[in-house]
């Protein structure tokens, strides 16, 4: 991906972040307005971060045909192991810690490149007999 | 007063835990350094869950312990494959690798661990001096004081943002606006709260862990194809102290040259690495034969990386300010014990920064002894794929995330900044940046909403008051400074350290 492009997508998503910021500060329930109130930092924030993102934007279509690339190895992978975390929480709720953790592990292992089952089995029962010593009986962490 | 406390520290040290507390911390240091991509702040923000249950002072010297001995095992790979095991490593790597290629690892190891320990000893020495008298000297500030100082430590961002500027303020803005939401700190009101979970506030270890170690998974997962460089042979070392005799002035200068840089809040351990080689460079009577395994250029990285580590320390603990990225997630672990860094830490909880001192100088030949024994060992842990590394620490992320908050919305925060700290490492937006601003946010809002109302409104208060004038002009001369470069003027590149 062009460097260049990339900036301006982080800038357009940051852009949106500072609106959101912004629009927000308004719904901000209080009686105290002006600079000693709760509201105007977030709104400074918000006018900092909108404007150093449109600066960036600027910067990179001013730069647009310079060679700078963003490399992305395996996308696939990346997005697949991104996609396997946010299935985590998911998994938790409903199987509790250890089932989940069990499934989850294997798929995760594999997806970041460990092909052997012997290994994938051995790291995911080793962490289950990690997190059961350490966290359950030696920290008292209480585990869902 | 300084031996009064240090008899506090040691009586709050006089227990198995915090010795088990030490020796875990300097172990899993190791194993964290020994590893290509995993760097101090990810160890800490990893370690952070283990020590919910221990005292405040076993915890904080299980992490310093952790911090030191991170940054010195990144020599290990460095010298040996090739590969920094942490950032300011990669200086070591320009020498310490080509005197292995020569058949001196052995040699070069030894170097490497005698350099970071008589820095670690000498630097902790300045930190006592040093943060005691600011912390004194801090005492006295009021509102306007800190917000000057939170202006600074923020304005110092364009040392932590990679090669450009505007970056490490969009990303300070980001972590701005993640600190702004949950309920304001002066008025109470809630603010960007669409769930309860919210109400404190975005979990700053959560998001911590998100920002270091889960955006490190995904980067891990990415060139996780990579093999590890093969390594045919064990070196072995010596431990000769008689090795060091003939560079003690470059050791001596080279750990000043490191504490002095990682005072300044922002510039960390690769800061000062750079610096240091770049210095001794500079002074040697055959810079040629830098970057071509020499061991003045090994030295002069080692020590003064070791030494940035007390270094980055005197500002967290005496102001509160962040030293660099690993002393802003130790803010993170102490405000979880309910320990507050700053001035007032030398006073109400005197027993936790005089235990962090006791363990840098007590762990310290231990730290030594374990590098010089403990080579066959940390070798293999150089070799370990990244595959299981990513699916473990993704693991571990996530169950710490948890624990830390005994919640599920937790993991959703970590996932949340995994995700957006990996996109933002992909354009050059660091992490460094974001989490000094979530810590120093609410430092900055707090302090002056409190100056204006105590001056009834009057902004001339922040120009009146003479330290925090000088506070206001230096944060404005930091960030003006790179704008006024004249133009047409690029900096002399060097053949090894670039431009």
């Known amino acids: ?144 | 007063l300084i031996f009064e406390n240090f008899l506090h520290a040691a009586d709050a040290m006089a227990s198995w835990s915090v010795v088990l507390a030490m020796v875990a911390g300097i172990l899993v240091g190791y194993g964290l350094g020994s590893i290509p991509g995993l760097t101090s702040s990810i160890g800490i923000a990893l370690l952070i869950p283990f020590t919910f249950d221990m005292s405040a002072v076993a915890s904080i010297v299980m992490l310093v312990t952790l911090y030191m001995a991170t940054e010195y095992a990144g020599a290990i790979p460095a010298i040996l494959i090739n590969t920094p095991g942490v950032p300011a490593a990669a200086v070591t790597a320009l020498d310490g690798y080509p005197m292995r290629l020569r058949g001196e690892a052995g040699q070069a190891l030894t170097m490497s661990i005698l350099s970071a320990g008589f820095a670690s000893i000498v630097s902790t020495v300045l930190l006592i001096l040093s943060a005691t008298w600011i912390a004194s000297f801090a005492l006295a500030f009021g509102p306007v004081e800190y917000f000057a100082i939170a202006v600074l430590g923020l304005s110092l961002v364009s040392s932590l943002s990679g090669d450009s500027m505007l970056k490490g303020f969009v990303g300070l803005g980001f972590g701005l606006a993640a600190g702004v939401i949950g309920t304001d700190p002066m008025d109470g009101v809630p603010r960007y709260v669409f769930t309860d979970s919210l109400l404190s506030g975005v979990g700053f270890l959560p998001a911590l862990i998100g920002l270091f170690a889960l955006s490190a998974v995904f980067s891990l997962v990415e060139k996780s194809g990579d093999a590890p460089s093969p390594l045919t042979s064990v070196p072995s070392v010596s431990g000769q102290v008689g090795l060091m005799r003939p560079h003690l002035w470059t050791l001596i200068r080279s750990t000043l040259v490191g504490f002095i840089v990682s005072v300044i809040p922002g510039h960390g351990a690769t800061i000062s690495a750079f610096v240091s080689y770049g210095f001794q460079k500079r002074l040697s009577r055959t810079p040629e034969t830098f970057g071509h395994g020499n061991p003045e250029g090994l030295i002069a990285s080692e020590a003064a990386a070791n030494a940035s580590v007390p270094g980055a320390l005197a500002p967290m603990l005496s102001l509160g300010i962040p030293g660099s990225a690993s002393t802003a997630v130790l803010i993170g672990a102490l405000t979880l014990h309910g320990v507050q860094p700053g001035p007032l830490l030398f006073v109400r909880n005197p027993e936790i920064p005089f235990s962090i001192f006791a363990a840098m100088i007590i762990s310290m030949p231990f730290m030594v002894a374990l590098g010089l024994v403990g080579i066959p060992f940390w070798v293999r842990v150089t070799q370990v794929p990244r595959s299981i590394i990513a699916g473990l620490v993704a693991a571990m992320c996530l169950l710490g995330s948890y624990a830390s908050a005994n919640d599920v919305f937790a993991m959703w925060t970590t996932i949340f900044f995994g995700v957006v700290g990996y996109g933002m490492r992909k354009v050059d937006i660091q992490p460094a940046p974001i989490v000094l601003a979530m810590v120093l946010g609410s430092l900055m809002e707090s302090n002056y909403r409190r100056a204006l109302i105590a001056s009834g409104g009057d902004w001339t208060t922040f120009v009146t008051n003479p330290l925090g004038l000088v506070c206001l002009i230096i944060a404005v001369a930091v960030f003006a400074l790179p704008f006024l470069k004249r133009p047409g003027k690029s900096p002399p590149h060097d053949p090894v350290l670039g431009s």
């Open chain 1, 1 to 144: 991906v062009r460097a260049a492009a990339a900036d301006i997508v982080a800038g357009v998503l940051l852009c949106g972040v500072a609106a959101a910021l912004w629009i927000g500060a308004g719904y901000i329930q209080t009686r105290t307005r002006g600079f000693m109130g709760p509201v105007a930092f977030p709104e400074g924030v918000a006018l900092l971060l909108g404007g150093c993102s449109l600066l960036m934007i600027g910067r990179a279509a001013v730069h647009w045909r310079a060679p700078e690339r963003v490399g992305l190895e395996r996308p696939e992978s990346v997005l697949a192991a991104m996609v396997l975390v946010a299935l985590y929480p998911v998994l938790i709720e409903h199987l509790g810690f250890y089932p989940a953790t069990g499934i989850w592990l294997v798929p995760l292992l594999w997806v970041a490149g460990c092909r052997g089952p012997l290994v994938i089995g051995g790291c995911a029962i080793g962490f289950l007999v990690f997190t059961k010593l350490v966290f359950e009986m030696l920290l008292g962490t209480p585990l869902p």
